[in-house]
């Protein structure tokens, strides 16, 4: 089974902020693949599917961003997924709004969400589809400018990039993930 991780924050107050660009990854192949995310036991919205003959999970933890690990780490547990089938979307400061970056492993780069992986699942390897969301210009905290909403010049950019996020996620059922990167890094 493959599992594709959209990171996030829960709640109406985050929905569409620029730390939630994973969720909205996770909600472009759940209506693509006709998966109902229900909240399970591992602290998450979780559904499955079967996608080109391929047995696939979506999540989106609610744990809030920096303790994404433990909603993560025990339903790979439960499902026996292994560190390879695992494919984590997030933010990334470090892209301009709009550009997506797919890499094999790496370190956190500061995300806390990325942090809390890393911790519960005891490695550094694992793949990653990183949307870029740019960074504050105007003096604005790191933390704060995260939980901010994309602007209206910034939107078409991004909802571009969320639909080429999904479109490498559906590609990585059926082609390597090195083939993916080929294809889809900019």
């Known amino acids: 089974m493959k599992l594709f991780v959209g990171l996030g924050n829960p709640g109406k107050e985050y929905e569409q902020t620029r730390h939630n660009v994973g969720f909205f990854v996770i909600d472009e192949l759940a209506k693509r693949w006709n998966v109902s995310l229900k909240t399970a036991k591992f602290r998450g919205l979780f559904g499955t599917a079967s996608v080109s003959g391929e047995k696939v999970a979506l999540c989106k933890p609610l744990t809030y961003m920096n303790l994404s690990g433990e909603c993560v780490r025990p339903l790979m547990d439960y499902y026996d997924i292994?560190?390879?089938?695992?494919?984590?979307i997030y933010d990334d400061l470090d892209l301009p709004p709009g550009k997506i970056r797919l890499r094999l492993k790496g370190s956190s780069g500061g995300h806390n969400g990325v942090k809390s992986l890393i911790h519960h699942l005891g490695t550094e390897q694992f793949k990653r589809i990183r949307i870029g969301i740019g960074?504050?210009?105007n003096g604005q905290p790191v933390a704060d400018y995260v939980l901010s909403r994309f602007t209206e010049e910034e939107k078409p950019a991004v909802d571009k990039a969320v639909l080429r996020a999904a479109d490498a996620c559906e590609q990585a059922v059926k082609a390597p993930f090195i083939q993916v990167m080929n294809d889809f890094n900019e």
Not at 82 to 88: F, G, K, R, T, Y
Request: glycine content about 0%; hydrophobic content about 50%.
């Open 82 to 88: 292994a560190i390879d089938d695992v494919i984590v």
């Open 135 to 137: 960074r504050p210009t």
